[in-house]
């Protein structure tokens, strides 16, 4: 069983999965006055703020192949600078160590 208090006392505890530096990442990523969780709000997903838009659809829209100026013609409520937080939000996502812990 992997002891993550004793290697990774920074690590922070949700729902049995261990993050390490994300809520302390959160406020210093430019991305934070864009990307929102709101319980309410999509069941608590990240969505772009002052919309109901998914961060997840950006992001599968960008991974289908459209450019910035596409997913704009798709969601004209949309920035360039929203777009761009989304793909900030899942490059700063993919960069943390998550562990799952034995209960």
């Known amino acids: 069983m992997w002891d993550v208090e004793s290697e990774m006392p920074e690590a922070e505890i949700f729902q049995g999965i261990a993050y390490v530096g994300i ?43 459209l450019k910035i100026e596409e997913v704009l013609k798709e969601y004209p409520d949309l920035t360039k600078e929203d777009v761009l937080a989304c793909l900030e939000y899942a490059a700063e996502l993919a960069q943390e160590e998550v562990g799952i812990l034995e209960t």
């Open 23 to 65: 809520v302390r990442r959160y406020t210093e990523m430019g991305y934070l006055n864009r990307i929102v969780t709101i319980p309410e709000i999509m069941h608590g997903k990240p969505v772009i703020k002052g919309t109901r838009i998914p961060v997840y659809i950006v992001l599968n829209l960008m991974a289908g192949g």
